[in-house]
């Protein structure tokens, strides 16, 4: 599926904005190697990618790999997983065209709310929407899942999204 998503970048007080035509291919068996490595590259967990209820994807701009990531599906709540970006593709808007993906991906399959938990980007997932909220609220489910009961440290910022409405259409 390649999606176009218009992305501003922004260069000092000087704003871009740029069209980007980035292919998301589902990851399936055989290719989650080098996903795999490019979690333990990013000191991302990466133990529990192959359980069900997982949504991977590579992402490729111009045949060329930008990032990866994907999500965990418990009923209409999702837990963003594992969004990595290609060093050489960061502060360039790829990670908001693929974070932009992923939610469209997720809320195509009826999720409503995105949960994730970060050590390192929660201020770019403010700008993109999330909340910060405290670890003991999340839903049952999510509070259940690996990232929340081990992989993820207690010290990890719980954050919290309502994706639109037009998404999920």
Request: charged share 20%; proline share 3%.
């Amino acid at each position: 599926c390649a999606l176009t998503f218009h992305a501003c970048r922004h260069n000092g007080d000087e704003r871009m904005e740029v069209d980007m035509m980035i292919q998301a291919t589902e990851i399936a068996g055989g290719q989650s190697q080098r996903f795999r490595d490019a979690l333990k590259f990013a000191d991302l967990p990466a133990d529990d990618i192959d359980l069900p209820g997982r949504t991977f994807f590579e992402f490729t701009q111009d045949s060329e790999t930008v990032a990866w990531g994907g999500f965990e599906t418990h009923g209409t709540d999702g837990l963003l997983r594992s969004l990595v970006v290609v060093s050489t593709y960061r502060s360039k808007g790829v990670g908001v065209t693929v974070l932009k993906i992923i939610e469209a991906k997720a809320a195509e399959q009826g999720i409503a709310r995105f949960h994730l938990l970060t050590t390192t980007a929660s201020g770019f997932f403010e700008q993109q929407g999330y909340a910060v909220n405290q670890r003991d609220s999340a839903p049952p489910l999510i509070s259940q899942t690996e990232q929340f009961r081990g992989l993820c440290p207690g010290s990890a910022c719980y954050m919290c999204k309502a994706l639109s409405a037009n998404a999920r259409k």
